[in-house]
């Protein structure tokens, strides 16, 4: 489920000149404006940051249910292809989109608009994973030297290289970009591992008789953060901010459905992307495992709400690792304000 080597947020830095040249970065927490829009009806597009999958269940599921109809809203589902989501958001050709910590604070380190506004999915599912019969790996430590399958995100190799580091390792590494042929390098032991969610692909792996053991990266110095989260920008947020409320309260409401109904969510998720879903098996488990794991409601119980603490924590460490570019592709030398990166302002209110 890791992004594609089309879709890294390294390419946004190559299109970044372009796209400034009709939007300037604005502050994170968005101000709405006082005068509130009429319920009327409303055509919303949300980005999908790879082909469907359990992280947006909840996007399928409020579809399916008439949440948004319900909402006077008509929600067009943007599929995946070579533009990031977030560039698409950015430039306005999406309205919403989905994407993840790591890609939403580099693209707007890199001076695009976008900014986090649902958290969809409440906690890190990615993890290091590795053939279960590979007797050579029995800590991150052990991952030294060996080949790592990877996807050229961002931030990608300082997560590995601070696993490794954690265990007494010096967290050097050999790399090959694979994309999603990645799973298959490992399992033919052309490579020794890579990162895989806990959600899909270690639940795949199993059942294909390939089962992966694996590490968790955050009981090995990396902070958690957001693996999947939806994200706006500053001008939408300003231009419709009744709209993006009823937007995300429906979103809401899906996420929900799915917490309480993973079995049922599962089935419309596949029935809206059979070509896509051809083992309703492995999004079934998926699914009943982010309802029961803590995946898509917080500690609090809360759907959507984005954690304070955890975008500081996790800002900190790409800042100090060097890991956020400006427009020009230079380090950031200042760290951000983190409360620019995302806002809780236009979810619904308890």
Sequence with gaps: MRRSTARPIITLIAITSVVMTALTACSGNTSPKSVAEPSQPAKVSIALDYIPNTNHI??????AKGFFKDENLTVKIVPYASTPAETLVAKGVADFGFSFSNGTASARASGLDVLQVFANISKDQYVLAYRSDDSSITSPKDL???????????????EVSTVIKADGGKGVFKKVILDTAAY????????????????????????????????????????DNYSSNIISSNAY?????????????????????AQANPKQAAEILVAANKSELKNPLVVEKGAQLLAADGYLKNQDGKFGIIDDAKWSSFGNYLFKNRLLNDSKGKPLTQEPNWSDYYTNDFLPKD
């Excluded at 030294?144 to 300082?158: I, L, P, S, V």
């Design 184 to 223: 298959d390098a490992v399992y033919n032991k052309k490579a020794d591992f890579t990162i895989a969610a806990t959600t899909v692909e270690i639940i795949e792996a199993r059942e294909i008789g390939k089962p992966l053991k694996y590490f968790v990266p955050a009981d090995f110095g990396y902070p």
């Design 237 to 257: 947020l300003r231009a419709h901010p009744e709209v993006a409320r009823r937007f995300l309260r429906a979103v809401q409401k899906g996420y929900q459905f």
């Design 144 to 158: 030294e030297g060996k080949t790592y399958a990877g996807f050229g995100t961002a931030g990608e190799d300082a």
């Design 58 to 63: 909840g996007i399928y599921a409020a579809q």
